[in-house]
Structure formats: structure tokens, C-alpha cells
């Protein structure tokens, strides 16, 4: 009998909880795109309730998400102003661009998640016949690539205030708001005070094993419900899995402080290490980002080498790597993944003849 590993790659390995299980053997269904679906029903106006918005709608993923929300605000050569190193921008293929021919106006992203109002201001076009229509700012919270900072209200507001004082709409891509609310011990609500849009992730630290839902008001909701249609995400008895969702949203938000707790355990044990840098103190929600500071091996080794440990996390690109707490990682699995990493630190430093060793 082997262990399962400690699996660390992501939030979006969780499995879905016998609760899930059971309530979606047990859900009623019906055909979804002609509204029939009581379950899908239910599941959106739980979560348009829960971020005190008037509607939402039930999308296969985070990346439908966002598009159909960027769809929805804006049309052909249309701008949207957004983070550099935003999900937006660096993973979903630029399909606003591509599927939508929305362009992209990245500014720099601050080391705390959030992009400068006065970047924003500065990016904002005036009214002249060379330059696209800027029509949207758009936010992550939390943000993924800074290692899941939480954006905090005064800032949600302030932003959202700012697009809204130049006639633009305000999209947050909240793929993991819930963990934000939670590590700001404020309501979902109230981080969405602003927000036009947001689209929220169920299949991440909440376990669900699939779904997004995207929230606003019922205008909105009903052009990205169009845009859902186009790109093929019309689903039919989707109540099987929205059942899911449902449990998500009630069962699993407040536990996600059990999540945030283990990363912090582990940024701290991470920097007592040699050769790790890492400032715990910016760990606030499951993300855990740092650097490997050693000339002797490198991220790729260090993770081959804590997978022959039953340890599985990755290299993010330069010295850095990235852990994420999830359901089914345990406060004691962060200690024996702390040993793992001190034991694969060490053989590294056993390594006379230059030559890095490599692992199994
Ligand atoms: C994961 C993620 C998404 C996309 O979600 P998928 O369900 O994987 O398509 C969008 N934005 C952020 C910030 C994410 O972390």
C-alpha cells in the first residue's frame, strides 16, 4: 500500500466531498437552457445572494467566467484596462481578444495584488479618433500570480469608484474572492459592493468538481448568459453538478481559515529553511509563493526531489515555486512536507563534484 501524495500544485486537485456526492445523486434536474433546472436555479440565486448582486449564472469554468463577463461589457475594439501579470491576461489564451476582439491595456501590478489608481487613471483613453473606447477595468481578488493577496475593501471600493467616475464598468475576477473575504473577515457582499461583475470559482478551495458562477445585475447577467450560449457552455441537466456548487457555497467557505492557516504554517517553516526565501507575513489566504536561493539545485530539482517524497508542488518559472494548501492537505502533512523539503535541501548540499543531483 502506497500513500497518496501531499498534493500541493493547486486548489483545483480537490475532490468533490461525500456531501457533494450525495446531493447529486439526489438533485432534481431539468434542461438548463430553457431555465428548467431547479438545481441551477437555486445554486445562482445562492450565489447572487451571497454577493448581494441581483442575478448570476452557472459557467463550466473560471476562463468562461471571465470571457463571457469581458463579452458581455464590451465589443469589438472595445478596451479593457487590466494587471499585467493578471489570470486574465497571462492564462486564458487572450481570449477576449481573441473570440471577442477586446483589447487588452495591462498596467504594472503591484507586489500586493493591486494595480495604482493613478496607472489606472493614466491608462484610461480620452475622446479621440486614434485611440479604442476604454470600457472596463478589471481586478483579481485574490490575486494568484502575487501568491493570493487579498485586494482589501478600501481598495475594492476605491477602484470600482474610480471606473465608475470615468463612465467604465468594473469586472473582478474572484476565482478565489471567497478566500479573501475570509482572510478579511468580511462578507463576499461587501468586497462586491462596486463590481458590475464578478466571476467566482466553485471548483477551487471550495472542492466543488466543477463550475463558476458569474454574478450582477439581471441585465448584465442576461447578455452573458447569451455569451455563455456562444461558446458553447449551454448545459443541459446541469443540476448534477450544480448540486455540488450548492454544497460549496454552504458547507466549505468558512473552513477555507483551515486552508490559510496550513500555508502560513508552512511560508514559516519554509523560512526557517536554508536556501528558501520566503516573507510569511504576506501569505494571507492558500498560496504560497517563494524563492529557492541555492546555487547547487534548482526549483525543477528541488520539486522532482520532494515528489520521490510524495511531496507534489511546481516551479512557477526563475527561482520560484508555488504551494497551495487545500481540503485534503492536513496541518501534519505541512510538517512532513516541511521534513521533505529539509531532507532534499540537504542532499543538495551533499553534492561535491558539481554536478546537481537528480531525483527519481
Ligand atoms: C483558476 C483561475 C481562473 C480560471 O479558472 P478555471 O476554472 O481554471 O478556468 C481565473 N482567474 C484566476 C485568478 C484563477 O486563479
Known sequence: MTTPPIDLRSDTVTRPTPAMLEAMTKAPVGDDVYGEDPTVNR??????????KEAAVFVSSGTMGNLCSVLAHCGRGDEMILGDIAHIFLYEQGGSAALGGVHPHPV?????????????EDAIRGDNEHFPITR?????????????RALPVEYMDAAGQLAHKHGLKFHVDGARLWNAAV?????????????????????????APVGSVVVGDK?????????RKVVGGGMRQAGVIAAAGIVALTEMVERLADDHANARRLAEGLNRLDGIS?????VQTDIVIFNL???DITPAHLSAGLRSHGVLLNPIGGKRLRAVTNYHVTEADIDRTLEAFAAVLEAGAQVTD???????
Open 43 to 52: 445554486l445562482e440565486g445562492l450565489a447572487a445572494e451571497m454577493l448581494g
Open 136 to 148: 472596463l477595468l478589471a481586478v483579481e481578488n485574490t490575486h494568484n500570480r502575487c501568491g493570493g
Open 108 to 120: 504594472p501590478t503591484q507586489a500586493d495584488g493591486t494595480l495604482k489608481l493613478s496607472d489606472i
Open 278 to 282: 520566503i516573507d510569511p507575513e504576506t
Open 219 to 227: 441585465e448584465f447577467i442576461q447578455k452573458a448568459r447569451r455569451m
Open 293 to 295: 536561493d541555492r546555487e
Open 354 to 360: 558539481k554536478k546537481v543531483v537528480t531525483y527519481g
Open 183 to 207: 482572510a478579511l473577515n468580511v462578507s463576499p457582499a461587501r468586497l462586491a459592493k462596486e463590481a458590475d461583475s464578478l466571476s467566482l470559482c466553485l471548483s477551487k478551495g471550495l472542492a
